[in-house]
């Protein structure tokens, strides 16, 4: 019995060792537009100025709350066109010049961004940005937000079947580094980043700057007003040890 006894507690201990192991995080993942580049209505002017030389119907505001979304989604809930028509990808490729060459120039890094992403490096977790622009867009949206050399990966809509507020992109980004979703903490700015994240099972942390309010980001397991904000609840907001 004694033998059996101390077979059980070493059976017991590893499996709470296990368990710490898999509970230990490992990775954050982090959206780019409004969460670390103060970008959200840039995109949704670019939007509102390629639909209206189309001679398409274009709101701003609603435009504007649309923004997190992919384009397999904005574009059919802001103009009921579908992305992958004529006139969609017209659309699409118009905004895009139009974002690049009027917009994405201009545009800076959230209050904190950079110093949020050397604090994370410090502590030897992986960065990953996951976001639902597309992959030929995210070195200069990281270029602008002053961040490229601090991210280690990345996943867009083209990793993807389905953009935000569908978990596919955050489930592409715990690929890329093998992590479970309890080894995840994600950062975004919009009711789709708090979604996308809660669907596939990882603790979200949202940031007001993109532009909601807190009711909107509802459902995040905390609510900071910006990268900055963040940094100054650095082992509070992602769980680490005092």
């Not at 890329?176 to 979604?195: F, I, L, N, R, S």
Request: aromatic share 6%.
């Amino acid at each position: 019995m004694h033998f059996c006894d101390h077979f059980a507690r070493m059976l017991r201990n590893l499996d709470c060792q296990f368990k710490n192991a898999m509970n230990r995080l490992k990775v954050v993942i982090l959206d780019i537009d409004g969460t670390l580049l103060r970008s959200n209505a840039a995109h949704a002017m670019a939007f509102t100025e390629a639909a209206e030389s189309q001679g398409i119907a274009a709101d701003y505001t609603k435009i504007l709350r649309l923004i997190g979304k992919g384009g397999d989604k904005l574009i059919p809930e802001a103009f009921g066109i579908e992305e992958n028509s004529t006139l969609g990808k017209k659309l699409g490729q118009l905004k895009g010049k139009i974002f690049k060459e009027r917009f994405l120039p201009h545009l800076g890094p959230t209050p904190g961004a950079r110093e949020l992403l050397i604090a994370i490096k410090s502590k030897g977790l992986s960065r990953v940005v996951a976001t639902s622009s597309g992959r030929e867009d995210v070195d200069r949206l990281l270029e602008r937000a002053k961040i490229k050399d601090l991210i280690d990966d990345a996943t867009t809509a083209d990793d993807a079947d389905e953009s935000k507020p569908d978990p596919d992109i955050l489930q592409a980004a715990l690929g890329k580094v093998a992590a479970h979703p309890e080894q995840a903490v994600m950062v975004g700015d919009t009711p789709y980043d708090v979604e996308a994240a809660n669907r596939a099972s990882i603790r979200c942390l949202a940031v007001r700057c993109g532009g909601w309010n807190d009711q909107s980001l509802r459902g995040a397991a905390a609510i900071y007003d910006d990268p900055a904000d963040i940094l100054s609840h650095f082992k509070q907001a992602f769980g680490l040890p005092g």
